[in-house]
């Protein structure tokens, strides 16, 4: 028997998310059984947990998007038992159970090898909101992007892709703009790297389709108006990266910065990378990032917990990481 967080249907056709024991002959099929020893809360578990939006599509379902933890047992040639191993994305918590429990079965091509110098909490610590940031820097750097090209704003910048984001742009030399809602983390922020903290309210609004061009690049976690505003700011031949949709799906722009200035808009999308830059991906997380700074922007909770920490992380309570002892 394990732990573990299971979302079911009421007869009403609510989802409901409870604390439960569960058997490993519960668990789905794949070829390799791992004993997971920490997981995350991210945004898109928060909406499962809660029921808030439609990311389970399968009952009853086990949430989390992220695991890390050890081999128990493999069918697959690739993986031998001990070894540590971490996952991200691959539509588990969604179609395939997830992380948020002591036990896990998962296909042996979604398992990547936890770098050597991270331990599985560091690397839950980052999670896919830290892969997601590095994604997002990779494509920006892929298409052109340099220090000297100008500022970089980071959207969201509170929350797990905006803090390691920040992060990860102030290590390798860049000026951040950090938008967030919250200015009561201006020190916060500061500390990871930004170099200015402006409200988001600059941003949320309807906006015009072409503004005063002001960065050179956008990590943008926030979607809809944000996204907008943010591509309408954008310098001439500058990038956008998009990874995220708090605000919302839509995307209410004109193609005036694409055209009149040549800005390029980067979909970033986490779930079904390709393992070999999944391990680009990781690798330089485990290289590049201050393990002393990541702690800064974390939390640990316990399993149980993280049913009512669902709430506080969408109602924009929660600063940076949440990280979840699976075994507590």
């Known amino acids: 028997m394990f732990n573990a967080i299971l979302i079911s249907k009421a007869d009403d056709q609510t989802s ?60 697959s040639d690739q993986w031998q038992p001990g070894d540590r191993v971490l996952l991200n994305g691959w539509g588990v918590g969604e179609g395939h159970w997830g ?12 398992l990547t090898r936890l770098p050597d110098n991270l331990s599985s909490r560091q690397a839950m610590a980052i999670g896919t909101a830290g892969y997601t940031a590095m994604l997002c820097l990779m494509a920006l750097e892929r298409h052109g992007l340099t220090p000297d ?24 030399g860049y000026q951040v703009i950090a938008s967030t809602g919250r200015l009561e983390e201006q ?50 031949d500058g990038l956008v990266a998009a990874c995220g949709l708090a605000q919302g799906m839509d995307f209410p722009a004109t193609v005036a910065p694409f055209i009149l200035r040549g800005v390029t808009l980067l979909g970033i999308n986490s779930v079904t990378r390709p393992q070999s830059e999944r391990d680009q991906a990781w690798a330089r997380l485990a290289e590049e990032l201050d393990t002393g700074l990541l702690e800064q922007t ?18 924009g309570r929660v600063r940076g990481r949440l990280v979840v002892d699976v075994n507590r």
């Open 16 to 75: 409901r998310a409870a604390l439960t024991q569960l058997n490993t002959a519960d668990l789905p099929e794949g070829e390799v059984s791992v004993r997971v020893e920490w997981s995350t809360l991210n945004y898109k578990d928060a909406l499962a947990i809660t029921g808030k939006g439609p990311i389970v599509r399968r009952f009853p379902m086990v949430p989390g998007v992220d695991l890390a933890g050890v081999v128990e047992h493999s069918a």
């Open 99 to 110: 992380g948020l429990a002591q036990r896990a079965r998962v296909k042996a091509g979604w």
């Open 149 to 172: 090209k100008g500022e970089v704003l980071v959207t969201g910048a509170s929350g797990g892709v905006g803090s390691l984001a920040i992060m990860l742009l102030a290590q390798r």
């Open 187 to 236: 020190d916060y922020l500061t500390a990871l790297g930004a170099a200015e903290v402006m409200h988001r309210d600059a941003l949320s609004a309807p906006g015009k389709p072409l503004a005063k061009a002001r960065w050179a690049a956008v990590i943008d976690s926030v979607g809809s108006h944000t996204l907008a505003n943010a591509c309408a700011q954008t310098m001439e």
């Open 298 to 315: 974390t939390r640990e909770i316990a399993l149980g917990e993280a049913i009512d920490a669902a709430d506080d992380l969408l109602a």
